[in-house]
T-cell receptor
């Protein structure tokens, strides 16, 4: 059984640029959620994808967008990067349609905006 | 919105001591999850709780789902140096759609264990 994998592990971008982060879900999981974790804080829910559609969104602006592919992998896109977007971006996979809400996380992508 | 408050914010203990931390919410949760995060890594699920009053163990870790459904507790017995890290509580967030896998996290408890 493969776990959640994210790429790249580290990334440096300039303010105003666009970035794409990638996530492969755990084997057998059909749901992917994305979180932003600023330094010294808990992860903040960005949005979730289930069956290739957005299934709930946290308090993030529209320049944060995503995709889910038929193999359940997912992308997080951020346009017009701002300095405050610097954070650890975490992807979590889970099994939709179940009563339990356990989510399993990847190692994260550390994004630095300069 | 939903908020989870963890206490204490940080703990400095000696190896072998027991540790207790808690998490409270202003609203009712039907699931409580406890995660541990090491530096530069993603959170790792330690214990999941699904029923008010439930007490669940995972090795030296024990967690309880508060009877009011607004709090949860995590205890670590006989701490060892590898217990060092940040411990987060989490519960389902009300962010639209189904709730599966969408979580609100506390701000974390930083645990330091001195050998």
């Amino acid at each position: 059984e493969t776990g959640v994998t994210q790429s790249p592990t580290h990334l440096i971008k300039t303010r105003g640029q666009q970035v794409t982060l990638r996530c492969s879900s755990q084997s057998g999981h059909n749901t992917v959620s994305w979180y932003q974790q600023a330094l010294g804080q808990g992860p903040q829910f960005i949005f979730q994808y289930y069956r290739e559609e957005e299934n709930g969104r946290g308090n993030f602006p529209p320049r944060f967008s995503g995709l889910q592919f038929p193999n359940y992998s997912s992308e997080l896109n951020v346009n017009a990067l701002e300095l405050d977007d610097s954070a650890l971006y975490l992807c979590a996979s889970s099994l939709g349609g179940q009563a339990h809400t356990e989510a399993f996380f990847g190692q994260g992508t550390r994004l630095t905006v300069v | 919105g939903q908020q989870l408050n963890q206490s204490p914010q940080s703990m400095f203990i000696q190896e072998g001591e027991d540790v207790s931390m808690n998490c409270t919410s202003s609203s009712i949760f039907n699931t409580w999850l406890w995660y541990k995060q090491d530096p530069g890594e993603g959170p790792v699920l330690l214990i999941a709780l699904y029923k008010a009053g439930e007490l669940t163990s995972n090795g030296r870790l024990t967690a309880q789902f508060g009877i009011t459904r607004k709090d949860s507790f995590l205890n670590i017995s006989a701490s060892i140096p590898s217990d060092v890290g940040i411990y987060f509580c989490a519960g389902p967030t009300s962010a639209g759609g189904t709730s599966y896998g969408k979580l609100t996290f506390g701000q974390g408890t930083i645990l330091t264990v001195h050998p």
